[in-house]
């Protein structure tokens, strides 16, 4: 394990000795001004190994610069969707083992599609929200089924609250039954998890569902988490 031993590289963990890159799928996700790397096995699914740069010098890391992987998927954050259930597409065929497809998901691999697959392994109600550029997205899941996702422009704290409230009544859910679940921009902005825990049963960030790979690092597992997210779905 190396971190934070080089300039500009946040953090790292370099493959092992004996793992085969041309049998490993890279991860790549924009948040923050940082570029998150993560290297996933394509056979066992398993982590192997990230890099988390600033975004100045990430075009010149030779993870990506043609080494030799097996493929090169991107994570997109886009907020300007539309879900389109299978059942009114003209292909009866889901995207990624999901029920919907996600229409304007920019360039990548939606995190929509990655939160969907998540899901899959939860129960209770839980609403994520997520923010870019002063958009927030929320989505409203009960069980494994999605009920609500949109986007909206908002201000401050308050403006946030109203936009998710709203969304749970719409949804018809309950808040003393939900947990709250936010991104990395949502949970480091405006005292977000302070200010939303008296309203809701739990509010927590999403982050990497195993232990974190390195604990003096105290952001990683929730920078990892997207792109964890985008590898369930391929």
């Known amino acids: 394990m190396e971190t934070g031993s080089k300039k500009h590289i946040i953090a790292e963990r370099l493959p092992d000795a004996g793992v085969v890159l041309s049998l490993?799928?890279?991860?790549?996700?924009?948040?923050?001004?940082?570029?998150v790397l993560s290297l996933y096995s394509s056979l066992s699914k398993r982590l192997e190994a990230y890099k988390i740069?600033?975004?100045?010098?990430?075009?010149?890391?030779?993870?990506?610069?043609?080494a030799g992987f097996n493929a090169v998927y991107h994570a997109s954050f886009n907020p300007d969707f539309d879900l389109v259930p299978s059942a009114f597409q003209s292909s009866a065929s889901?995207?990624?083992g999901t029920d919907f497809t996600v229409q304007h998901e920019g360039n990548g691999i939606h995190i929509l599609y990655g939160i969907?697959?998540?899901m899959q392994?939860?129960?209770?109600?839980?609403?994520?929200?997520?923010s870019v550029n002063d958009i927030l997205t929320v989505?409203?899941?009960?069980n494994t089924s999605c009920l609500f996702a949109n986007s909206f422009n908002y201000k401050d704290q308050t403006e946030l609250l109203y936009f998710v409230v709203n969304a749970m009544q719409v949804s018809g859910v309950k808040q003393e039954e939900t947990t709250l679940v936010l991104d990395y921009h949502c949970s480091h902005k405006y005292g977000l998890v302070e200010f939303l825990s008296p309203y809701f049963q739990h509010v927590q960030t999403l982050k990497v569902p195993f232990e974190d790979p390195d604990p003096e690092i105290e952001d990683l597992p929730e920078l990892l988490m997207p792109n964890h997210l985008i590898a369930l779905c391929v």
Not at 24 to 35: E, T
Not at 139 to 142: K, S
């Open 24 to 35: 490993c799928n890279l991860f790549v996700s924009d948040i923050a001004g940082f570029k």
């Open 53 to 66: 740069l600033t975004a100045e010098v990430a075009s010149h890391d030779a993870w990506l610069n043609n």
């Open 94 to 96: 889901s995207n990624y």
């Open 116 to 118: 969907q697959r998540w």
């Open 121 to 130: 392994d939860n129960i209770g109600v839980r609403i994520f929200i997520a």
């Open 139 to 142: 989505l409203v899941y009960q």
